[in-house]
């Protein structure tokens, strides 16, 4: 069963708007979250995190939300950038500082549109 | 300084072939894993190691073999390649204390077992 759910593969934004991409969870245990991007034929690039005990995160154009009660997360992306169309990871890490590795959402896709 | 470092970057193998796909990271990371893509799927944890001389399983570690005898290497086994197997295939590593960081990922190797 997955523990890590992006219920939308894909999200299309005009340039200049906001993109907001969404991660529900259903292990409670997880100590950290953590967003990743990436681009074809390169593997993932760390771009923020969130501990459990936090509720919003900022660094720049992206902000992490954590709604621990609803058991989601979502990523804004303002003002979205052509360069920032790429695959999203939601993904996870367990109470060990991430000792065993990471649970990973099967990804969306962001188109930003001109 | 060369990160996560994965070799090769493409492979083709016949069904029942052996073969390791290495990774090397030059961070002095204790942390490492490893992780296959398909599509659709996002990203499956398969082994990982919290330092030299100690691995775990992941997710779906059937068919696939790890050591850690150093600390920068953690190569991955295949021990009779299976058609099931045929996927991107990605090394990360990190900081034991990196929670919030993450993990630093190589830029994967394609393997297609036919």
């Known amino acids: 069963d997955q523990q890590v759910k992006q219920n939308s593969p894909s999200l299309s934004v005009q340039e200049g708007r906001i993109s907001i991409l969404n991660c529900d969870y259903t292990?409670?245990?997880?100590?950290?979250f953590l967003w990743y991007k990436k681009y074809p034929a390169e593997g993932p690039t760390f771009l923020i995190s969130?501990?459990?005990?936090?509720d919003k995160n900022e660094d720049g154009r992206f902000t992490v939300f954590l709604n621990k009660s609803a058991k989601h997360l979502s990523l804004h992306i303002v003002p979205s950038q052509p360069g920032d169309s790429a695959v999203y990871f939601c993904?996870?890490?367990?109470?060990?500082?991430?000792?065993?590795?990471?649970?990973f959402g099967k990804g969306t896709h962001l188109i930003i549109q001109p | 300084n060369a990160g996560v470092t994965q070799t090769p970057k493409f492979q083709v193998l016949k069904t029942g072939q052996s073969m390791t796909l290495q990774c090397a990271q030059d961070?002095?990371?204790?942390?490492m894993s490893w992780y296959r893509q398909d599509p659709g799927m996002g990203l499956r944890l398969i082994h990982y190691?919290?330092?030299?001389?100690?691995?775990d399983q992941g997710e779906v570690p059937n068919g696939y073999n790890v050591s850690r005898s150093t600390t920068e290497d953690f190569p991955l086994r295949l021990l009779s390649a299976a058609p099931s197997q045929t996927s991107v295939y990605f090394c990360?590593?990190?900081?034991?204390?990196?929670?919030?960081?993450?993990?630093?990922f190589g830029s994967g190797t394609r393997l297609t077992v036919v």
């Open positions: 990360a590593s990190s900081y034991s204390t990196q929670g919030a960081s993450g993990y630093t």
């Open positions: 292990n409670s245990m997880f100590d950290y």
């Open positions: 969130i501990s459990s005990i936090k």
């Open positions: 993904a996870a890490s367990g109470t060990g500082g991430g000792a065993d590795g990471l649970t």
């Open positions: 961070m002095n990371h204790e942390y």
């Open positions: 190691s919290v330092g030299a001389g100690i691995t």
